[in-house]
Nanobody, 120 residues
């Protein structure tokens, strides 16, 4: 069974930093695009950052220059380095990946979500 396992969330003060990680587990043939989304209370889920191919990234305007998405293909892991955090970054962060699993159709998978809270 394919799963995305996230870690790294927590409580941080404004101006602080956190790094989220998300690792694909299970039997797979390939992992395509990987991304991070977030959902704040009462708001829709939004795309924060995505890696759609080698060197191809895109970011939510409000996180440009503060967040960096990267991946380690050998570990099937994607990271989100977050710095200069502000209270508006508070949300549940979800990992998303396009995966071709062994014995099943290629589709999007989601992680369970990890809470990031930015406050004093």
């Amino acid at each position: 069974q394919v799963q995305l396992v996230e870690s790294g969330g927590g409580l941080v003060q404004p101006g602080g930093s956190l790094t989220l990680s998300c690792t694909v587990s299970g039997r797979i043939y390939a992992v395509g695009a990987m991304a991070w989304y977030r959902q704040a209370p009462g708001k829709q889920r939004e795309l924060v950052a995505a890696m759609t191919g080698p060197g191809r990234t895109n970011y939510l305007d409000s996180v440009k220059g503060r967040f960096t998405i990267s991946r380690d293909n050998g570990k099937n892991t994607v990271y989100l380095q977050m710095s200069s955090l502000v209270p508006e970054d508070t949300a549940v962060y979800y990992c998303n990946a396009d995966i071709a699993p062994v014995g099943g159709p290629r589709r999007d998978y989601w992680g369970q979500g990890t809470q990031v809270t930015v406050q004093y």
